[in-house]
């Protein structure tokens, strides 16, 4: 299985690389289960973030979606600058109904286009391309759509 994401992020790459690891490897758990991972950077400054199974005889697919209940560490907050999750309310504190309670955050059902979104520019979508469909995420809107895009790779003119 492979997939790609495209976005456009409005942090430098420094950032949005350290994010998008921790939380690849950590809460999806793709580095432990064979899934490699790359951040290229495409023209207009949007980069493409690509997954693949190293050895699909192993393992048929990975997750987009965090199941983790484990806090955020000081470490994560601050080195992996997972801080951004909490500031865009990504993350969530299990301790809001208890004010006296030190906040621990969680990145439990999050799903990946959700941290993604948190280092896109606004008003740019997160693209998925499949076959040829593509699935589109606008920023900040949150409602996504799938797009037939055959129609289009039928007609374009590559001469």
Known sequence: MQSSWIFKPKYGKDIYEKVINCFTHRYLGWYDNGVEMHLIELKNGYVE????IDDPSCYEYFTENSFSDEPLSGEE???HMMV??????????????EPDETPEYILEDVELNHVLEVFCEENTNIYSPWGSKCWVYPVGDGLPRTVDMLDALLTLQAA
């Open 49 to 52: 973030m690509q997954a693949h």
């Open 77 to 79: 907050l601050t080195e």
């Open 84 to 97: 951004l999750l909490v500031e865009a309310g990504v993350a969530y504190n299990i301790h809001e109904e």
